[in-house]
């Protein structure tokens, strides 16, 4: 309910008092059939892999596309699962993406408060240092990463999987720059009071910011619930891969020389559902977010 | 000066008075000093991208030989080597062309939807909802279905194409329509996301300068031209950079959709170093060819901040 009328409540709010009189019953016309046209090409996709999940596997390869499966087979979800070692994967994805998050915001918090509320020597170095991964992506530069951890002995483990996600230009800019509206006049008034550093930071600033760091742990989950790159790019083996390698493993699935389509419908609606969901109850928190942050 | 929350604040301290342990303090003494903060973002920005950064130029300058595992200085030879490889020649003039189609067709569709869909009814809201959906979802669940759909036969899209009368396509399977596939894949992948930020970039236009040119009796095309867009500007060159450094970057769907194929009609640089390093282990082509990418994106992000500090703002 409260979904449907925040959806609903700045259309009425903002009603301009444009040239509405002025549309023609043309233009109307071609507004509806560009939003149809719009609505069909976006929703095609995720629609007909839904539906395709549920298909049997001749329905799956026949000559003409099947747009509603006679019977909706469950299986395909149960293959998916067992083919895949999904169990594992997802417990992966569940591990790294939690632990990525945390520890990104525990680096980037404070870095941020130090970039934003103080001024020290040196600080133009380390502010350009600290978002110095902006500049580069990681396309470019995760042969270096490769190798290091190679040497190290550290391909297949959790903690570099963590380690590539810690450190994250885009997280420090954004919350420094909510850092930097907070108002000095509060924390001075805290200081003259006697407050101690510490107090300052947990019991007048962090509640300020709480929405920024918020979102931003959101985004690096998200980010990290989708990586791909990474997984290849830092594995050997399924030791630490994550749901997106699983889903692309089972393309190579057949049954009897007939690719699984079917149930690679399933992994992959297995895959965005939690996204999906989220996105469902929460778009206009999300869309926002991608917004405010201009993180693409 | 009395401020807000004193009183919220001497409760504060009283509850700090009864901190007095060593732990406490050495904490509190840390969070006064900036290089503390500090440390362990700049430490992992050291450790991950600086390092790689300067650790890829320097490779690209050697010959790993991995049996051996020695380093031989060979200065510009893998530069030069790159440059005469036909593969890498075909992978830059792709992403070259796949980047050109993206930033033209994939800003352009971008501002004029977003003008488009700028309207605030719920059908428009909703539609721009749906179009944003792709951004959020795994760029792996994107190429499974459109593997699926773009199946030679029997896939949607061919049925699509003969409603239309139109004769079927092999999209990424063939080599001519290899790339086309990807870029629409592209298109479709990017367009909800630009349309959200054009958006956002349009309410940002205040409302009294429409007010000003209504009253001036400006026609809709004069005021889309002269006002629209000079004050989307920041936005439209923000969209730009940020497709362009996202098409010179693209690997996910390469490596899943059609592995550089066929015949290298998608070989892209991202997976160009991608196969050199990884699969085939010359370090040292793949990391001069990570260094040619370097300069690219990294001159489209400076460019992009430089502009930004200037007077763009893209919220």
């Known amino acids: 309910m409260s979904f449907m009328s925040m959806a609903m409540a700045p259309a009425k709010a903002a009603k301009p008092p444009k040239m509405k009189k002025k549309e023609s019953m043309v233009s109307k016309?071609?507004?509806?059939?560009?939003?149809?046209?719009?609505?069909?090409?976006?929703?095609?996709?995720?629609?007909?892999?839904?539906?395709?999940?549920?298909?049997?596997?001749?329905?799956?390869?026949?000559?003409?596309?099947?747009?509603?499966?006679?019977?909706?087979?469950?299986?395909?979800?149960?293959?998916?699962?067992?083919?895949?070692?999904?169990?594992?994967?997802?417990?992966?994805?569940?591990?790294?993406?939690?632990?990525?998050?945390?520890?990104?915001?525990?680096?980037?918090?404070?870095?941020?408060?130090?970039?934003?509320?103080?001024?020290?020597?040196?600080?133009?170095?380390?502010?350009?240092?600290?978002?110095?991964?902006?500049?580069?992506?990681?396309?470019c530069v995760f042969l270096p990463i490769f190798i290091m951890f190679s040497k190290f002995g550290w391909l297949n483990t959790y903690w570099a999987m963590i380690l590539v996600?810690?450190?994250?230009?885009?997280?420090?800019?954004?919350?420094?720059?909510?850092?930097?509206?907070?108002?000095?006049?509060?924390?001075?008034?805290?200081?003259?009071?006697?407050?101690?550093?510490?107090?300052?930071?947990?019991?007048?600033?962090?509640?300020?910011?709480?929405?920024?760091?918020?979102?931003?742990?959101?985004?690096?989950?998200?980010?990290?619930?989708?990586?791909?790159?990474?997984?290849?790019?830092?594995?050997?083996?399924?030791?630490?891969?994550?749901?997106?390698?699983?889903?692309?493993?089972?393309?190579?699935?057949?049954?009897?020389?007939?690719?699984?389509?079917?149930?690679?419908?399933?992994?992959?609606?297995?895959?965005?559902?939690?996204?999906?969901?989220?996105?469902?109850?929460?778009?206009?928190?999300?869309?926002?977010?991608?917004?405010?942050?201009?993180?693409? | 000066m009395s401020t807000p929350n004193n009183t919220e604040i001497r409760a504060f301290r009283k509850l700090e008075l009864k901190k007095h342990s060593k732990g406490y303090k050495i904490l509190n003494g840390a969070l006064k000093n900036p290089y503390v903060l500090m440390a362990p973002a700049v430490i992992a920005a050291l450790a991950i991208s600086c390092f790689a950064i300067v650790y890829c130029i320097i490779i690209s300058f050697f010959k790993w030989d991995l049996i051996a595992d020695t380093r031989t200085f060979v200065g510009m030879y893998?530069?030069?080597?790159?440059?005469?490889?036909?593969?890498?020649?075909?992978?830059?003039?792709?992403?070259?062309?796949?980047?050109?189609?993206?930033?033209?067709?994939?800003?352009?569709?971008?501002?004029?939807?977003?003008?488009?869909?700028?309207?605030?009814?719920?059908?428009?809201?909703?539609?721009?909802?749906?179009?944003?959906?792709?951004h959020i979802i795994a760029s792996v669940a994107v190429a499974v279905v459109f593997r699926y759909m773009m199946m030679p036969d029997g896939g949607v899209f061919n049925t699509i194409l003969s409603w239309f009368g139109l004769p079927p396509s092999r999209w990424y399977m063939g080599q001519e329509s290899a790339l086309a596939s990807l870029i629409f894949i592209a298109l479709w992948h990017g367009l909800g996301y630009g349309v959200l930020i054009a958006i956002s970039g349009l309410r940002a236009i205040p409302d009294y300068v429409y007010e000003a040119a209504r009253l001036d009796k400006s026609s809709r095309t004069t005021t889309m031209m002269k006002i629209t867009m000079p004050l989307l500007s920041p936005t439209i060159f923000y969209l730009l950079i940020t497709t362009c450094v996202g098409a010179f970057t693209t690997y996910d769907i390469v490596d899943l959709m059609t592995q550089g194929g066929p015949n290298n009609a998608t070989m892209m640089l991202t997976y160009y170093i991608y196969e050199q390093g990884i699969r085939f282990m010359h370090y040292g082509r793949a990391m001069a060819a990570a260094v040619i990418l370097m300069i690219i994106c990294s001159s489209l992000t400076l460019l992009s901040f430089k502009a930004s500090a200037k007077k763009i703002h893209y919220q």
């Open chain 1, 29 to 139: 016309i071609l507004t509806v059939l560009l939003l149809v046209a719009l609505f069909l090409i976006f929703i095609l996709p995720f629609y007909y892999m839904l539906i395709s999940s549920f298909k049997s596997l001749l329905e799956a390869i026949s000559p003409t596309p099947v747009w509603w499966p006679e019977e909706f087979l469950w299986e395909n979800y149960q293959k998916a699962w067992q083919i895949s070692k999904m169990p594992k994967y997802a417990m992966n994805s569940v591990i790294l993406s939690v632990s990525c998050s945390v520890a990104c915001i525990v680096v980037s918090v404070p870095c941020a408060f130090a970039l934003a509320r103080m001024e020290f020597r040196g600080k133009a170095v380390m502010f350009a240092i600290s978002l110095s991964s902006m500049m580069v992506p990681a396309q």
């Open chain 2, 78 to 134: 893998n530069y030069q080597y790159i440059f005469q490889d036909p593969i890498f020649l075909q992978a830059l003039s792709n992403t070259v062309t796949y980047a050109i189609f993206i930033v033209i067709i994939g800003t352009a569709l971008k501002v004029l939807l977003g003008v488009f869909l700028n309207k605030n009814t719920p059908a428009h809201n909703f539609v721009q909802t749906i179009m944003f959906t792709p």
């Open chain 1, 165 to 296: 996600f810690t450190h994250s230009g885009s997280t420090i800019l954004f919350i420094r720059n909510a850092f930097k509206q907070v108002s000095n006049e509060v924390l001075e008034a805290a200081r003259l009071d006697g407050a101690s550093e510490l107090t300052v930071m947990f019991k007048v600033i962090m509640p300020m910011v709480k929405p920024a760091i918020i979102t931003m742990a959101l985004m690096i989950f998200m980010r990290r619930w989708n990586d791909y790159f990474w997984n290849i790019s830092l594995t050997t083996n399924d030791n630490v891969r994550t749901l997106p390698y699983a889903v692309k493993s089972i393309t190579a699935a057949t049954d009897g020389g007939i690719p699984e389509y079917a149930v690679q419908m399933a992994g992959a609606t297995v895959l965005m559902a939690p996204m999906l969901i989220a996105y469902i109850f929460a778009n206009k928190q999300i869309k926002n977010a991608f917004v405010y942050t201009g993180i693409k």
